[in-house]
Every structure is written in C-alpha cells, then in structure tokens.
C-alpha cells in the first residue's frame, strides 16, 4: 500500500509561481516512476509531468513545457513539481501518481499508475 499526499497548492496571479511536493510512504519510493496530472472543472484528467525512478529522464506535456519541472529526492520520498510563469488555463487540481512497477521509465498515461494522492488546488487568476 502506498499513500500519496499532495501540498503546496493555492491562489496565484497570472505569471506567478508555485512549488507542488508529493510526499509518499513506502519502503521502495526510489524504485518508483512518479506522475503529476492535473483535471479542471469539466475537463478530463490531463498528463502533465512524470519522471522515472531515477530522477534521470523527465517528459513535459506540451502546454507545461518550459514552464513546469519535475524532479524527486528519493531520500524524502519525495516529488515535487515546480510551476513558473502560471496561466489561467493551469488552474486544476493536481494529482501525482505512482507506477509501483520497480525502476519504471516515467509514462503519460494514467492507466499505468497505481496509486493517486487526493488532489491539491491550483487557481491562477487573470
């Protein structure tokens, strides 16, 4: 069993910054793929981030490209995802998920993580 818990989630101007952490329990975090996705009202689920168990290869969606970075410190259990230069359209409750599959390279589809944390929010206003 894994559990996931999100922080760093508030109200923010347009062009301005937050830092999301991820804090999750288990013995074996360091072998896990990890994922941030992000679902606004209305909208489906959307891919955003995900790194592989490493902390070596990284993948952005294409509208948080340049803008977002994922990274992990496996000696916390820890992934974090640190927004710059916030729009509107990223405002979203951001999950992050874990692919429990040891030493997975990171994936874009929701399907393959097992584990969600509850969500934090993220509004950016105009």
């Known amino acids: 069993q894994v559990q996931l818990v999100e922080s760093g989630g508030g109200l923010v101007q347009d062009g301005g910054s937050l830092r999301l952490s991820c804090a999750a329990s288990?013995?074996?975090?360091?072998?896990?793929?990890m994922g941030w996705f992000r679902q606004a009202p209305g909208n489906e689920r959307e891919f955003v981030a995900t790194i592989n168990w490493s902390g070596g290869t990284t993948y952005y969606a294409d509208s948080v490209k340049g803008r977002f970075t994922i990274s992990r410190d496996n000696a916390k259990n820890t992934v974090y995802l640190q927004m710059n230069s916030l729009k509107p359209e990223d405002t979203a409750v951001y999950h992050c998920a874990a692919d429990t599959v040891a030493y997975g390279s990171g994936y874009i589809g929701a399907s393959r993580y097992d584990y969600w944390g509850q969500g934090t929010q993220v509004t950016v206003s105009s």
């Open positions: 288990g013995r074996t975090f360091s072998s896990y793929a």
